[in-house]
């Protein structure tokens, strides 16, 4: 027998009053018990950063955390990078600059790049280059990503 826990996941500012399988993955209880359909689940190996959110202030694969471990501390998703019909500057960016096709893995490299960004304003393009190839993308050749990052990162420095 499967007890289940009771936590509270703080998404974009919002708690989430749960019960759950101490197994189940932060990115599932995202999806499926609070309803954050942006967090996309792709092979669910950590390995292609489509469901990156932002936990505390790190990026994170959600499917390689338990929802327990995510406890009480701030998790922010894809639905809460723009303010209302304002656009995240990396949102803009990605649509100025073609940065996305099929956009599966977009929510992800959208966390990612945010993250970074905010603990590292003044990165450099290989280090940018270096994270943003942490994740994956079977669609776009990676360049227009690379350019809607750098466009975002100067406006957000500005």
Do not use: W
Not at 54 to 66: A, Q, Y
Request: charged share 20%.
């Amino acid at each position: 027998m499967t007890g289940k826990v009771a936590i509270t996941l703080n998404i974009n500012g919002r708690d989430h009053a749960i019960s759950v399988e101490p197994r189940r993955t932060l990115a599932d209880a995202i999806r499926e018990n609070c309803g954050q359909t942006g967090t996309h689940i792709g092979c669910e190996h950590g390995v292609c950063g489509a469901c990156t959110v932002i936990v505390g202030d790190d990026p994170v694969r959600s499917c390689l955390m338990f929802a327990a471990q995510a406890d009480g501390v701030p998790i922010r998703t894809v639905e809460g990078l723009a303010k209302g019909d304002t656009l995240h500057p990396l949102q803009r960016a990605f649509m100025d600059h073609h940065g996305l096709q099929c956009g599966f893995c977009t929510p992800g490299f959208l966390m990612l790049a945010t993250a970074v960004l905010e603990r590292e304003p003044n990165i450099t393009d290989d280090d940018l280059l270096d994270v943003l190839a942490s994740n994956l993308c079977r669609c776009t050749g990676y360049q227009n990503i690379i350019k809607a990052v750098r466009a975002a990162a100067a406006e957000m420095r500005a």
